[in-house]
């Protein structure tokens, strides 16, 4: 079946993650194929890896105080939108969902989260599968190391890119020796994308930080 061309829109509740007053208490966003397809193979990376989520950069939400259309939202206008700090998307098993921080705090904002199904029936996509995958492209945790070499054709190349990179950034003292992202690759091919916006050291690695 064709997918929807129609991105679908969402207006969610959130939470402060340690009970704040006066955060914003509503999140907006659309999400439409492309970021639908991304969802999913970070999805299919939990499964796969044994992790509890994935958290990558990402400011596509935008918070407010009120629902956005509602007669108080109206009456406020542009104060009704609460910008915050580090926005993220996350992503387990079965769902996703928005998070980012109220500046100058720690305190944090997450919006509900969202079914992935819910995704792949409003763009006709049958067990996660689309059209993006007919082509064999898939994504992968890569762990890149000073010290230890990577296995794999696509992690290999991968591996290349991220050492030029991150052997600058130790010597700038702005990175641990050892880091874990994402890479696209089709099959045993070189990448055609390399995603560095996830990478965590250590222990905090694609968790909540």
């Keep these: ?5 129609t991105a679908k829109a969402y207006i969610v509740e959130t939470r402060a993650t340690n009970g704040a007053e006066d955060t914003p208490e509503f999140a907006s966003f659309s999400i439409d ?10 999805a299919r990376l939990v499964k796969e890896n044994g992790l509890h989520k994935v958290e990558t950069f990402d400011s596509t939400a935008s ?3 009120y629902a956005p259309g509602t007669e108080e939202a109206e009456e406020i206008g542009c104060d009704n939108d609460v910008l915050l700090k580090a926005g993220c998307l996350n992503v387990d098993a079965s769902s996703f969902w928005f998070s980012g921080f109220i500046r100058h705090s720690d305190v944090e904002v997450v919006s509900a989260r969202q079914p992935i199904a819910e995704l792949q029936s409003h ?3 049958a067990g996660g599968t689309t059209e993006l995958e007919a082509g064999g492209e898939r ?6 190391s000073a010290d230890v070499e990577v296995e794999g054709d696509h992690h290999a ?6 050492d030029r990179y991150f052997r ?9 020796s050892a880091c874990t992202f994402v890479v696209t690759a089709k099959s045993d091919q070189k990448p055609v994308e ?3 916006s996830t990478c965590h050291s250590g222990e905090q690695i694609l968790e909540s930080a």
């Design 157 to 162: 190349a991968a591996q290349a890119v991220a």
């Design 33 to 42: 194929l492309a970021a639908t397809q991304r969802i999913i193979n970070l």
């Design 1 to 5: 079946m064709n997918s929807s061309s």
């Design 168 to 176: 600058s950034h130790i010597a700038a003292g702005e990175q641990d």
């Design 123 to 125: 763009f006709h996509l």
């Design 63 to 65: 918070f407010h105080q």
């Design 194 to 196: 390399i995603d560095l």
């Design 139 to 144: 994504q992968y945790l890569v762990t890149w």
